[in-house]
């Protein structure tokens, strides 16, 4: 499984575009990139996958550059409730029986 | 849809007790779960992968005959933790995988006193 890098925490501003860089220089050919967010004594829920390029869905985009070796979680205009953990994990997971290794996450504090 | 419930979501025992903890997909089949545990302020820590109809993979440092996971159908793993102890107090986390999507149990605090 590629290895992720993520920052350990992050602050913004409410109402402020907010955006997570991740870094997975190994990241395999068959490998996709997927984002969850975990608020404190919850399971993580995901947010956001992809492959290459640009994924939009109707809370986040995910920018993934052609070498596939980073990629950016964007959260357009946060709220208060956007603060959270956001994990950043990159396997295939095509067979149903993969590990899925958790980082350190980023931990995004939004500030009235 | 791929909807994991966990329960119970909060549980406080005495030192020594058992308790278990289940973790069911609703509304899919999942021949494989997996079984987390979290401190605070921490990422989450796999702790075993429980597979259907066989015994479960435990990673290492993990004591199997502590953590035991019974994984009886398509839809339904238990976690038991065995003769707990106050160190065992932690947050478990259970999750299933549909697509290349793993969907995540609410979570289980489990307090030993």
């Known amino acids: 499984l590629a290895k992720t890098t993520q920052p350990i925490s992050m602050d913004s501003y409410e109402g402020q575009e907010v955006n997570i860089t991740c870094s997975h220089n190994?990241?395999?050919?068959?490998?996709?990139i997927t984002w969850y967010q975990q608020f404190p004594s919850q399971g993580p829920r995901f947010i956001i996958q992809?492959?290459?390029t640009k994924v939009t869905n109707e809370v986040a985009s995910l920018f993934i550059p052609a070498d596939r070796k980073s990629s950016t979680l964007s959260l357009p205009r946060v709220s208060l409730s956007d603060t959270a953990v956001y994990y950043c994990l990159v396997g295939d997971w095509n067979f149903g029986n993969e590990k899925l290794t958790f980082g350190t996450g980023t931990r995004l504090t939004i500030i009235p | 849809g791929a909807v994991v419930s966990q329960h119970p979501s909060r549980v406080i025992c005495k030192s020594g007790t058992s308790v278990k903890i289940e973790c069911r997909s609703l509304?899919?089949?999942?021949?494989?779960m997996f079984w987390y545990r979290q401190f605070p302020k921490q990422s989450l820590m796999l702790m075993a992968t429980s597979n259907e109809g066989s015994k479960a993979t435990y990673e290492q440092g993990v004591e199997k005959d502590k953590f035991l996971i019974n994984h009886a159908s398509l839809t339904l793993s238990t976690l038991t933790v065995t003769s707990a102890h106050p160190e065992d107090s932690s947050f478990y986390i259970c999750?299933?995988?549909?697509?290349?999507?793993?969907?995540f149990g609410s979570g289980t605090r489990l307090t030993v006193v």
């Open positions: 992809g492959y290459k």
């Open positions: 999750s299933a995988i549909r697509g290349r999507r793993y969907t």
């Open positions: 509304d899919f089949q999942a021949t494989t």
């Open positions: 190994n990241i395999a050919t068959n490998d996709y």
